[in-house]
């Protein structure tokens, strides 16, 4: 009877030695370990107010709630940000979200959840998401976009405002109601 227990026991140690010779082996084999995100903050930072400046002119200025920096992702994540983009003359912009990102070596900035735009001369925005690119001076995103101001009320789907231009394109699926400019 003794000598069975050692047999089971034994063999027991083979295959858990085994399996874990196996793991190993899988796990490295064609890449990379998978990498866990840092979920703990390198800064944390509450009643954020941030201002990019370019050859002495505001170009955005930003406000959150708190600011979490992660310096290896390369990212400072938002919460209740604010953004206003300086464009031409006395032109503004501001943009708020739920949540936000700076990607710190672009200065771009992302934000998420019930975002909305406002421009200094009357016109809102509305969408789930979007983009602001500190290089290009635009705003885009794919998100449904509700826009309104001066008469009218454009819909669609995906957008690309740049501010540098006053311009801005709705991409696709566009339902428009324009009030007054019919006689």
């Known amino acids: 009877m003794k000598i069975l227990k050692y047999v089971v026991i034994s063999i027991i ?3 858990a030695i085994t399996a874990a010779g196996f793991l190993y082996i ?5 890449g990379k370990p998978f990498k866990i995100p840092k979920i703990i ?10 201002t990019r400046s370019v050859a002495g002119r505001t170009e955005w ?4 709630t708190s600011a979490d920096y992660f ?6 994540r938002l919460e209740s940000p604010v953004v206003t983009v300086y464009g031409n003359g006395d032109k ?3 943009l708020r979200g739920d949540e936000g990102k700076v990607f710190n ?3 771009d900035v992302a934000l998420s959840g019930n975002v909305n735009i406002v421009t200094s001369d009357g016109y809102t925005f509305q969408s789930d998401s979007l983009r602001y690119s500190s290089g290009k001076k635009v705003v885009t995103t794919e998100s449904k976009v509700f826009v309104k101001g001066k008469g009218m009320e454009v819909e669609g789907v995906g957008m690309v405002a740049d501010i540098g231009r006053d311009r801005v394109i709705v991409k696709k699926g566009v339902r428009a109601v324009l009030e007054g400019t019919l006689k």
């Open 13 to 15: 140690l083979v295959l």
């Open 26 to 30: 899988w796990s490295y084999k064609g």
């Open 41 to 50: 903050p390198d800064l944390k930072i509450a009643e954020v107010h941030l």
């Open 61 to 64: 200025e930003l406000k959150a």
């Open 71 to 76: 310096r290896e992702e390369g990212v400072t």
């Open 92 to 94: 503004r912009i501001e």
């Open 105 to 107: 070596d672009t200065n």
